[in-house]
Antibody, heavy 123, light 107 residues
Framework: QLQLQESGPGLVKPSETLSLTCAVS??????????WGWIRQPPEKGLEWIGT???????YYNPSLESRVTILLHTSKNQFSLNLSSVTAADTAVYYC???????????????WGQGTTVTVSS | DIQMTQSPSSVSASVGDRVTITCRAS??????LAWYQQKPGKAPKLLIY???SLQSGVPSRFGGSGSGTDFTLTISSLQPEDFATYYC?????????FGGGTKVEIK
């Protein structure tokens, strides 16, 4: 059974870089039919897609965050990561990693989620 | 970007009630729509994909319909464990976008 687990600092200072890792177990991150993504949810707000990585490193990012986001695959560790630079208080949120379907009918659908990790941006 | 608009933003209902939530896309997305359920402090859970296909393990009281721009999630007989927030998401094109959510509360 596929499981995802986020990890990383819970507190980041303004202007610094937020770095999170998603560990994948019960499946391979090198799967050619699966994509991998990050989604966030500010306190008491809705869901925002951050970006997706697939096929050994191709990426799609939300245009609203694209200038600050990097998502990478770490195949030897069966993990993928998120870096978000120049953070502000507006980046405070619960960050989720998820498996994203790469082929129909689950294309672009998040069917397995991590439990989420809370990141607060504050000095 | 495709904007997704859900209504209502909240609904109060009783156990056993039929509940309907709607989601409208700002442009046609064929049947590329998913629905998620989120309980407080938990990650979203996939309920339905391609507008009407039930994810494995999801109770049959959940149903989805629609295509193009207008979609519906129906809970045929609300159960205590269904009180949660529901989100739609378009899976037609990038960037992926979600509706604002509908909170189903106990009447």
């Amino acid at each position: 059974q596929l499981q995802l687990q986020e990890s990383g600092p819970g507190l980041v200072k303004p202007s610094e870089t937020l770095s999170l890792t998603c560990a994948v177990s019960g499946g391979s991150i090198s799967s050619t039919t699966d994509y991998w993504g990050w989604i966030r949810q500010p306190p008491e707000k809705g869901l925002e897609w951050i970006g997706t990585i697939y096929d050994r490193g191709n990426t799609y990012y939300n245009p609203s965050l694209e200038s600050r986001v990097t998502i990478l695959l770490h195949t030897s560790k069966n993990q993928f990561s998120l870096n978000l630079s120049s953070v502000t208080a507006a980046d405070t949120a619960v960050y989720y990693c998820a498996r994203v379907g790469g082929t129909p009918p689950l294309r672009y659908v998040m069917d397995v989620w991590g439990q989420g990790t809370t990141v607060t941006v504050s000095s | 970007d495709i904007q997704m608009t859900q209504s209502p933003s909240s609904v109060s209902a009783s156990v056993g009630d039929r509940v309907t939530i709607t989601c409208r896309a700002s442009q046609g997305i064929r049947s590329w729509l998913a629905w998620y359920q989120q309980k407080p402090g938990k990650a979203p859970k996939l309920l339905i994909y391609v507008a009407s296909s039930l994810q494995s393990g999801v109770p049959s009281r959940f149903g989805g319909s629609g295509s193009g721009t207008d979609f519906t999630l129906t809970i045929s007989s609300l159960q205590p464990e269904d009180f949660a927030t529901y989100y739609c998401q378009q899976a037609y094109s990038l960037p992926l976008t979600f509706g604002g959510g509908t909170k189903v509360e106990i009447k």
